[in-house]
């Protein structure tokens, strides 16, 4: 079946410091991918989009994604983390019309 | 910008109950989602509509009915809620074959 998988359900990092959040996908044809943020309380955000082209994509508030296809992952991450970024990150990929969501990566942002 | 807005932000029901879900969004979108979140299982798509009066089942659409009678409005219906449906519940639009979609706010649903 089509999946989606965060393997890192919790990731503590400093501010300022680097964040990678990985995501694999299972097989298939190009895949359409997405990262999404939800701060507490809040919907999801899209943060950036992969449909095809360039592997590496930028997004909203620093983030940038690669899209490896050797590998099924579409890795997100930011060079310098912000206190603010502190959310609930998913992962999805496109099937149609509908989209299949990764069970998400809590980040906490420590100063 | 894109504004998908839900009724409620907090709802408390009593079991039994039937209780309805109000999505309504701005941007003409073709495509319109009931989605289900708990912790550590992520988003779980309850029911889908392509269009007005038509709808598809999701992954976990028991317990659950909805109603699309106009373009911008998409109802989820807990037609007798239970306990085990305590959660919060997003609704998303999209335009059709686009992929990305646009979520509202969320309603945490307590059931008690």
């Known amino acids: 079946a089509q999946s989606v998988t965060q393997p890192d359900i919790h990731i503590t990092v400093s501010e300022g410091a680097s964040l990678e959040l990985r995501c694999n996908y299972s097989?298939?044809?190009?895949?359409?991918l997405f990262w999404y943020v939800q701060s507490p309380g809040q919907g999801l955000q899209l943060l950036l989009k992969?449909?095809?082209?360039?592997?590496l994509v930028q997004g909203i508030k620093g983030f940038e994604a690669e899209f490896k296809r050797s590998q099924s992952s579409f890795n997100l991450r930011k060079p310098s983390v912000h206190w603010s970024d502190a959310a609930e990150y998913f992962c999805?990929?496109?099937?149609?019309?509908?989209?299949?969501f990764g069970t998400g990566t809590r980040l906490q942002v420590f100063p | 910008d894109v504004k998908v807005t839900q009724s409620s932000r907090y709802l408390v029901k009593r079991t039994g109950e039937k209780v309805f879900l109000e999505c309504v969004q701005d941007?003409?979108?073709?495509?319109m989602f009931w989605y289900r979140q708990d912790p550590g299982l992520g988003l779980r798509l309850i029911y889908f509509?392509?269009?007005?009066?038509?709808?598809e089942k999701g992954d976990i659409p028991e317990g659950y009915s909805v109603s699309r009678e106009k373009k911008e409005r998409f109802s989820l219906i807990l037609e007798s809620a239970s306990t085990n449906q305590t959660s919060m519940y997003l609704c998303?639009?999209?335009?059709?074959?686009?992929?990305?979609?646009?979520f509202g706010p969320g309603t945490r649903l307590t059931v008690t």
């Open positions: 998303a639009s999209s335009f059709a074959g686009a992929g990305e979609q646009y």
């Open positions: 097989y298939g044809a190009t895949p359409y």
């Open positions: 992969y449909f095809s082209g360039d592997t």
């Open positions: 999805a990929r496109a099937i149609t019309d509908k989209l299949i």
């Open positions: 941007m003409d979108h073709e495509n």
């Open positions: 509509s392509y269009d007005v009066k038509m709808k």
